[in-house]
Nanobody
């Protein structure tokens, strides 16, 4: 079992930046980590993925604006979000997948982009 706790959400103006953090209860070195988001009335979608080896994938909608990173020494994963748009408004969830392909979720953190 891996507990995930997100932080860093909030209200930001369009064009602004936020950095989300995800703290894991166990070592992250053997976990694929990702950030998902879910806007009201929409399906949850994967925003960014960082694999065990460090390679990354991004949704087309956030490429060039968001950066996912990990610090295995601290059991942390981050999502740097720049040039935020109103359509980025959503609850953002941290996600982890272990070698047995078991998935863990955090409780989510709200990000609101509005003037």
């Amino acid at each position: 079992q891996v507990q995930l706790v997100e932080s860093g959400g909030g209200l930001v103006q369009p064009g602004g930046s936020l950095r989300l953090s995800c703290a894991a209860s166990k070592n992250t070195f053997s976990l694929n980590m990702a950030w998902y988001r879910q806007a009201p009335g929409k399906q949850r979608e994967r925003v960014a993925l960082i694999r065990i080896g460090g390679s990354t994938d991004y949704a087309d909608s956030v490429k060039g604006r968001f950066i996912i990173s990990r610090d295995n020494a601290k059991n942390m994963v981050y999502l740097q979000m720049n040039s935020l748009k109103p359509e980025d408004t959503a609850v953002y969830y941290c996600n982890a997948e272990n070698p047995l392909r078991i998935i863990f979720w955090g409780q989510g953190t709200q990000v609101t982009v509005s003037s």
